[in-house]
């Protein structure tokens, strides 16, 4: 399943963003085993934020105190997508947003390595102007 993330755009510091991660076509975003949220700043390495899994339902976060503290990560049964609420937005937050399904891994510290996402999509661009 490839899925596809939306929702970026140019805000100032301190605002907020819902970004949104869809299945393309009529796939649905739960069929996967997991999702995850990444960004990629201009130079820097691809970087976890978040993921979700359903089974069980479970989230997991960057260890990151400003990610943690501002950022949290949700499904929309209803809308077929698993979202990324982003708040009090600081333009060291400005990357490119992308999300992934979980393709191997099983253990708990699995979650956290990029390298068990794949199908990546186009990314979303997140600006944050000071």
């Known amino acids: 399943v490839q899925l596809q993330a939306s929702g970026g755009g140019l805000v100032q510091a301190g605002d907020s963003l819902r970004l949104s991660c869809a299945a393309s076509?009529?796939?649905?975003?739960?069929?996967?085993?997991?999702v995850g949220w990444f960004r990629q700043a201009p130079g820097k390495d691809r970087e976890f934020i978040a993921a979700?899994?359903?089974?069980?339902?479970?989230?997991?976060?960057a260890e990151s105190d400003s990610v943690r503290d501002r950022f949290t990560i949700s499904e929309d049964n209803a809308k077929n997508t698993v979202d990324l609420q982003m708040n009090n937005l600081d333009p060291e937050d400005t990357a490119v947003y992308y999300c992934?399904?979980?393709?191997?891994?099983?253990?708990?510290?699995?979650?956290?390595?990029?390298?068990?996402?794949?199908?990546w999509g186009r990314g979303t661009q997140v600006t944050v102007s000071s």
């Open positions: 979700i899994t359903w089974r069980p339902s479970r989230t997991y976060y």
């Open positions: 992934a399904p979980k393709v191997r891994g099983l253990t708990p510290r699995s979650y956290y390595v990029v390298d068990n996402y794949a199908n």
């Open positions: 076509g009529r796939a649905s975003i739960f069929s996967t085993w997991a």
